[in-house]
């Protein structure tokens, strides 16, 4: 089933052209990364979708029905970890959940077991008591998420719900999000971290001044923009029929010698690899083989032409 | 009704706000007679103290704005007038429980002179509640919280001045006295000097009507407002 479904929508501020025809679409189930450079429109992106905001034109599905026909109800159904830490001050990290639980409509033994629970989720259970002030930053992050996990929405969306906090909170928030997704939960999660997205995202999109400019699974993505993969082949004796066949290989564009190693340039792709492999076993013994290949990092970079993280926020 | 409870609960817990609530309402009680009023001078003012208290009260909903706990809100499926009415009943109890017992603490010192208890316990209660739609849409509808609190604190002098609080509305020129029936303090006059003429109910229907009517169209005002 798809849950989410955006159809030519653009949003403008003014003159300021957020989001430009922008289309999309997950099904039940995924993880979506959601990735951009800062200003991209990834925060409009997803106000617009909830329905916080109001779009210009295009269509906007949710659960399989648009987004107008009952606005609140659907507003139920989804979990939203807000960017900035948006938490009462005043109110203990137990009271933010039982206030944020009530609002969406849950009451008594249920509020309080699911309130138990989402702090056992974050593992956040022995500062319940404690207000928000005193907590860390990673204690922060991790009650914003806990607020939006208390009634258990069937999409989540994160808007770099790890910004800022320390690696061992961090690897807490990514195992709370696959966690949640073998559960059933379906996931739309913004960041600029690329090992984020590499961990734990099926899908990733591509947001760029408004535009999506690549969407697909990662290792797509990774082949979509690079032509070439470089193995490098190392074997106990280097034969020239074994070089011969190499070289005639489709895809193979280049075989070079350096001692006892191979250096074979490659087409993206094209599964030579495991011809390399084979064809190096019937020849003798290998003693090592890697192949080079791009990152979802040099998509990002060669798509935008910009750095996912521009410096200051680390 | 989540977010009620949890405005009363946050109110409650700073100590800052629960001697306001306290403290200034006492000192009411012990004012002398009045020139002019027909009231002892505590109650003659006592709609400005609860229009102070409403607008400190109203300082709630521009902090949730800007610690993003209103954005989050308009995420849930809650509507902004929902969180605003939500919040003026929460503030509401707290102001109609002060004016009852300040009313009550006035009969025991004022005795007689305080004509009218009940009717004016009436009078402070829907004066509490337009107060504090005044106050939330105010707090709704501006950005900056310094700039907000000031001009809200300037503001309501001048209201209760033009609305015949400290001076009878027919001794400003006749275009002062027409603006001044827009103000609700202009209301809350009218019903305060109603009652001490011993008006009953009936006859106050149409300043407490106002007044209710007022807190309406300002709670609509302010859910106008875009939360983000
Ligand atoms: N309420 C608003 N009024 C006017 N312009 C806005 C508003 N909100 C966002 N913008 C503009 O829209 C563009 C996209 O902003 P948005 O917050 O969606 O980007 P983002 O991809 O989430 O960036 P970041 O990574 O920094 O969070 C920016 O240029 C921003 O200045
Ligand atoms: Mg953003």
């Given at each position: 089933?798809?849950?989410?479904?955006?159809?030519?929508?653009?949003?403008?501020?003014?003159?300021?052209?957020?989001?430009d025809?922008?289309s999309?679409?997950?099904?039940?189930?995924?993880?979506?990364g959601?990735?951009?450079?800062n200003?991209?429109?990834?925060?409009t992106?997803l106000?617009?979708?909830?329905?916080l905001?109001?779009v210009?034109?295009?269509?906007?599905?949710?659960?399989?029905?648009?987004?107008?026909?009952n606005?609140?109800?659907?507003?139920?159904?989804i979990?939203?970890?807000t960017q900035?830490?948006?938490?009462?001050?005043?109110?203990?990290?137990?009271e933010?959940?039982?206030?944020?639980?009530?609002?969406?409509?849950?009451?008594?033994a249920?509020?309080?077991q699911r309130?138990q629970?989402?702090l056992?989720?974050?593992?956040?259970t022995?500062?319940?008591n404690r207000?928000?002030?005193?907590?860390?930053g990673?204690?922060?992050?991790?009650?914003?998420?806990a607020?939006?996990l208390v009634?258990?929405?069937?999409?989540?969306?994160?808007?770099?719900?790890?910004?800022?906090?320390?690696?061992?909170s961090?690897?807490?928030?990514?195992?709370?999000?696959?966690?949640l997704?073998?559960?059933?939960?379906?996931?739309?999660y913004?960041?600029?971290y690329?090992?984020?997205?590499?961990?734990?995202?099926?899908?990733v999109i591509?947001?760029?001044?408004?535009?999506?400019i690549?969407?697909?699974?990662i290792?797509d993505?990774?082949?979509?923009?690079?032509?070439?993969?470089?193995?490098r082949?190392e074997?106990?004796?280097?034969t020239?029929p074994?070089l011969?066949?190499?070289?005639?290989?489709?895809?193979?564009k280049g075989?070079?010698?350096?001692?006892?190693?191979?250096?074979?340039?490659?087409?993206?792709?094209?599964?030579?690899?495991?011809?390399?492999?084979a064809?190096?076993?019937?020849a003798?013994g290998?003693?090592?083989?890697?192949?080079?290949?791009?990152?979802?990092e040099?998509?990002?970079?060669?798509?935008?032409?910009?750095?996912?993280?521009d410096?200051g926020?680390? | 009704?989540?977010?009620?409870?949890?405005?009363?609960?946050?109110?409650?817990?700073?100590?800052?706000?629960?001697?306001?609530?306290?403290?200034?309402?006492?000192?009411?009680?012990f004012?002398?007679?009045?020139?002019?009023?027909?009231?002892?001078?505590g109650?003659q003012?006592?709609?400005?103290?609860?229009?102070?208290i409403?607008?400190?009260?109203?300082?709630?909903?521009?902090?949730?704005?800007?610690?993003?706990?209103?954005l989050?809100?308009?995420?849930?499926?809650?509507?902004?007038?929902q969180?605003l009415?939500?919040t003026?009943?929460?503030?509401?109890?707290?102001?109609?429980?002060?004016?009852?017992?300040?009313?009550?603490?006035?009969t025991?010192v004022h005795?007689?002179?305080l004509?009218?208890p009940?009717?004016l316990?009436?009078?402070?209660s829907?004066f509490?509640?337009?107060?504090?739609g005044?106050?939330?849409?105010?707090f709704?509808?501006?950005?900056n919280?310094?700039?907000?609190?000031?001009?809200?604190?300037?503001?309501?002098?001048?209201?209760?001045?033009?609305?015949?609080?400290?001076?009878?509305?027919?001794?400003?020129?006749?275009?002062?006295?027409?603006?001044?029936?827009?103000v609700p303090t202009?209301?809350l006059?009218?019903?305060?000097?109603?009652?001490?003429?011993?008006?009953r109910?009936?006859?106050l229907?149409?300043?407490?009507?106002?007044?209710?009517?007022?807190?309406?169209a300002?709670?609509?005002?302010?859910?106008?407002?875009?939360l983000?």
């Open positions: 089933m798809v849950i989410a479904r955006m159809s030519d929508v653009v949003k403008r501020y003014g003159t300021h052209l957020v989001l025809n922008v999309m679409e997950m099904g039940e189930g995924e993880i979506v959601l990735l951009g450079p200003g991209a429109g990834k925060t992106l106000y617009a979708l909830t329905g905001i109001g210009d034109s295009g269509e906007i599905e949710l659960f399989g029905r648009p987004l107008e026909d606005p609140l109800e659907t507003k139920g159904r979990g939203f970890v900035e830490v948006s938490v009462f001050h005043d109110l203990t990290a137990r933010n959940l039982e206030f944020f639980g009530g609002i969406y409509g849950l009451r008594g249920s509020l309080k309130v629970q989402a056992e989720t974050v593992g956040l022995e500062y319940a207000l928000p002030s005193r907590f860390s990673g204690m922060s992050r991790r009650l914003n998420i607020c939006a009634h258990e929405p069937e999409l989540i969306i994160m808007d770099e719900p790890t910004v800022g906090v320390d690696p061992q961090r690897r807490h928030i990514l195992e709370t999000v696959r966690e997704n073998r559960q059933g939960t379906t996931v739309l913004t960041t600029h690329m090992e984020e997205v590499q961990a734990i995202a099926s899908r591509i947001l760029d001044q408004g535009h999506i690549a969407e697909g699974t290792s993505l990774v082949e979509q923009i690079r032509h070439e993969e470089r193995i082949l074997v106990t004796d280097v020239e074994l011969q066949n190499l070289r005639s290989l489709e895809g193979v075989v070079t010698v350096e001692g006892r190693v191979v250096h074979i340039t490659t087409q993206v792709g094209s599964g030579n690899l495991d011809r390399v492999l064809a190096a076993s019937k003798g290998v003693l090592w083989i890697n192949a080079e290949r791009p990152t979802l040099d998509v990002f970079l060669t798509l935008t032409g910009k750095q996912l993280r410096g926020e680390e | 009704m989540t977010i009620f409870r949890f405005v009363l609960k946050r109110f409650l817990r700073n100590p800052a706000n629960i001697l306001l609530v306290t403290l200034l309402p006492i000192a009411v009680v004012m002398p007679p009045s020139g002019w009023f027909p009231l002892p001078m109650f003012y006592f709609g400005m103290v609860l229009m102070f409403a607008a400190r009260m109203g300082t709630i909903v521009m902090e949730d704005r800007i610690k993003g706990t209103l989050r809100i308009g995420l849930a499926p809650v509507k902004h007038s969180y009415w939500q003026l009943a929460a503030f509401a109890l707290i102001l109609v429980g002060v004016s009852g017992i300040v009313v009550a603490l006035g025991a005795g007689n002179r004509v009218a009940g009717t316990f009436l009078v402070f829907c509490s509640i337009a107060s504090l005044f106050s939330l849409a105010w709704s509808l501006f950005r919280r310094e700039g907000a609190v000031a001009t809200i604190t300037g503001v309501i002098p001048l209201m209760m001045m033009l609305g015949g609080i400290m001076w009878p509305v027919q001794a400003m020129p006749s275009l002062f006295q027409r603006l001044a029936m827009l202009y209301w006059t009218k019903g305060l000097l109603s009652a001490a003429d011993g008006a109910l009936l006859g229907g149409l300043p407490l009507g106002l007044m209710l009517l007022y807190s309406a300002f709670v609509l005002l302010g859910s106008m407002r875009r983000i």
